[in-house]
């Protein structure tokens, strides 16, 4: 029996898929406190699924819209003022109403080149200067992210400016397509031959994609393409963003609720998974947590933090062997990087290597030195 516990050692980290955690996805920024990449956009929130069973049937066409992302939002916001309580989040009502208003004025303004740039550059003027909305960078603010409290108070964060992009170009017909990185999400209109970024934090300026992939560190990683999502994939992010916020308020089972919903709109949401496993731990659910992990480290395996996350929970539970292969496939991606070892390390004690152990410490030794991972793995093996 070891005499030590993995929670003093390490802890879990969201990953981010939204805005930034991530986790976030915010995505918000997710999230995940073992060692999870990133969204956020991370990166944590929710209930049961809202906009795919008969709860939400009564309210899809509510609003006078037959547009399905429009519609699912209008669904998702309902389901949060279930969730934390309707004196929290006012109604969307009115602002549904005053959506297909707007969408009926900027098609008449736009028509002529819905196409291309012109559709675009309505909907920045309408969303920047008309409503006046600013970037808000508190990414766990609830507020910021539905996009009816978003326009009632002038700021967002990313994926809620994003939200109002993208139901009003839904309803004008204007190419727009969300986009994912690791902690941000952000817009993109389709030109004939080209593409155009949208920047939501900074009113709607014009990146090239080189920025992006130097910015949030997506080169070799190829699950961050850049590539258009559609509605479907954009509500699995909002509905992971909601999930991160009800973990870090330390409500596990709200978040476990949203994840589900986030992965079954985006069944292949890394995050999400990683996410979900982290607030089945919480709640004490190993076995699920244990299956979450398993999807997520299938669909992603060399995702930064996911391999940490994984082997911590696998020492946690003194699942010592499943910890070692983990870590070494996480090395395997992240060469010499210290947490990895030091969780290899700690492993290879667990099973009473202490050989490998020391091996280990003599490689943080001559690279690190003077680090924590370091001297925690020196003091342990004095013992």
Do not use: W
């Given at each position: 029996?070891?005499?030590?516990?993995?929670?003093?050692?390490?802890?879990?980290?969201?990953?981010?898929?939204?805005?930034?955690?991530?986790?976030?996805?915010?995505?918000?920024?997710?999230?995940?406190?073992?060692?999870?990449?990133?969204?956020?956009?991370?990166?944590?929130?929710?209930?049961?699924?809202?906009?795919?069973?008969?709860?939400?049937?009564?309210?899809?066409?509510?609003?006078?819209?037959?547009?399905?992302?429009?519609?699912?939002?209008?669904?998702a916001v309902e389901k949060v003022r279930r969730t934390v309580g309707f004196a929290h989040v006012p109604p969307a009502d009115s602002f549904f109403v005053m959506l297909r208003h707007t969408a009926d004025?900027?098609?008449?303004?736009?028509?002529?080149?819905?196409?291309?740039?012109?559709?675009?550059?309505?909907?920045?003027h309408q969303i920047y200067h008309t409503w006046g909305i600013t970037f808000d960078p508190d990414q766990d603010d609830l507020l910021s992210l539905l996009p009816h409290t978003v326009v009632e108070r002038r700021k967002g964060s990313c994926l809620g400016v994003s939200l109002l992009f993208l139901m009003l170009a839904e309803q004008i017909g204007c190419p727009l397509h969300g986009v994912l990185?690791?902690?941000?999400?952000?817009?993109?209109?389709?030109?004939?031959?080209?593409?155009?970024?949208?920047?939501p934090n900074l009113a709607g300026y014009c990146h090239p994609d080189a920025y992006y992939r130097k910015r949030y560190g997506i080169e070799g990683h190829p699950w961050y393409t850049m590539e258009a999502l559609n509605t479907q994939e954009v509500m699995g992010v909002l509905y992971f963003n909601l999930g991160n916020m009800h973990r870090i308020n330390g409500e596990p089972g709200d978040a476990v609720a949203y994840y589900h919903t986030s992965v079954k709109y985006f069944e292949d949401y890394a995050e999400a998974w990683g996410n979900l496993a982290i607030a089945y731990e919480e709640m004490g659910k190993t076995d699920n947590a244990r299956k979450a992990f398993s999807r997520a480290f299938a669909l992603r395996p060399a995702m930064q933090n996911?391999?940490?996350?994984?082997?911590?929970?696998?020492?946690?539970?003194?699942?010592?062997?499943?910890?070692?292969?983990?870590?070494?496939?996480?090395?395997?991606?992240?060469?010499?990087?210290?947490?990895?070892?030091?969780?290899?390390?700690?492993?290879?004690?667990?099973?009473?290597?202490?050989?490998s152990s020391r091996s280990i410490l003599t490689v943080l030794q001559l690279n690190h030195p003077g680090s924590e991972r370091t001297r925690e793995l020196a003091g342990l093996l004095e013992k």
């Open positions: 029996m070891l005499h030590y516990t993995t929670s003093s050692l390490f802890s879990l980290k969201p990953l981010e898929g939204k805005e930034g955690s991530f986790s976030h996805v915010h995505g918000p920024r997710v999230m995940i406190r073992l060692f999870l990449a990133a969204g956020a956009l991370f990166v944590m929130f929710l209930a049961a699924s809202c906009g795919r069973d008969d709860e939400c049937a009564c309210r899809k066409d509510r609003a006078g819209f037959r547009d399905t992302l429009t519609r699912e939002t209008a669904c004025s900027l098609r008449n303004r736009a028509e002529a080149g819905h196409r291309g740039d012109a559709c675009a550059d309505a909907l920045i990185l690791p902690g941000h999400f952000l817009v993109r209109c389709e030109l004939d031959s080209t593409h155009r970024n949208i920047e996911l391999a940490m996350n994984l082997g911590t929970f696998e020492l946690h539970h003194e699942n010592f062997r499943r910890a070692a292969s983990v870590f070494r496939e996480g090395l395997a991606q992240y060469p010499g990087d210290p947490d990895l070892l030091y969780g290899l390390a700690l492993a290879h004690y667990g099973l009473g290597d202490r050989e």
